[in-house]
């Protein structure tokens, strides 16, 4: 009975690693956008600093927006994957779990 867990076993170890690995190149995606919305802010703010007061204010309130939605989609993404995550790791403590009585 062992012998047939452990290929079970590794098999859901790899399916945990392929789903970090998926939720990880999400997350750098993201980085990578909201780094580049920055730099592009960044640079309008530093073309507009000796222009007006209102327009610093309305873009720094741009830049806000834009980081919010940025946070709201990643909290979003990180809501899909994780029924998914916790399950599988559920299923692998079971087969864990499992493995060890058999050896007691």
Known sequence: MLTLQLPLLILL???LL????LR???LN???LDLLLLLTVDV???L???PLDLT???LLLLNLLLLLALNITHLLILLALHSPLLIA???NLLLVLALLVLQLL
């Open 13 to 15: 170890l790899l399916e």
């Open 47 to 49: 073309l507009l600093l």
């Open 29 to 31: 995606l993201l980085l």
């Open 43 to 45: 640079a309008d703010l």
């Open 55 to 57: 327009l610093l204010v």
């Open 24 to 26: 990880l190149t999400l």
């Open 88 to 90: 599988l790791l559920l």
């Open 18 to 21: 392929l789903l970090l690995a």
